[in-house]
């Protein structure tokens, strides 16, 4: 069984960058497709990022061009780079594990973290 431990959020101010890490134990996550999400304040989850087993990449319309996600398999970590932040962005920020069906659909991972928090200020 994998688990996921998120880190790297924090308090920022617009326009800052932040980098989140997701750590996986329990087993390789070489062959897994890895996703972000978030849930900001009184809003359902929404999909920020996924990488395919390939490193195939999708992004949320809300974040691309700004958000970078990316993976060390050495590490056994997937990472999830945060550009040009703004209070929109104000979200605890989760990383999944696919279990399969839609990547971007909150339904098709069956592992997650704990979560980590980013607060943007204005």
């Known amino acids: 069984q994998v688990r996921l431990l998120e880190s790297g959020g924090g308090l920022v101010q617009a326009g800052a960058s932040l980098k989140l890490s997701c750590v996986a134990s329990g087993r390789t996550i070489t062959d897994k497709t890895m996703a972000w999400f978030r849930q900001g304040p009184g809003k359902e989850r929404e999909f920020v990022a996924a990488s395919s087993w390939n490193r195939r990449t999708t992004y949320g319309d809300s974040v691309k061009g700004r958000f970078t996600i990316s993976r060390d398999t050495v590490k056994n970590t997937v990472f999830l780079q945060l550009n040009s932040l703004s209070p929109e962005d104000t979200a605890v920020y989760y990383c999944?594990?696919?279990?399969?069906?839609?990547?971007?659909?909150?339904?098709?991972?069956?592992?997650w973290g704990q979560g980590t928090l980013v607060t943007v200020s204005s």
């Open positions: 999944a594990v696919h279990s399969g069906g839609v990547p971007s659909r909150v339904a098709s991972y069956n592992i």
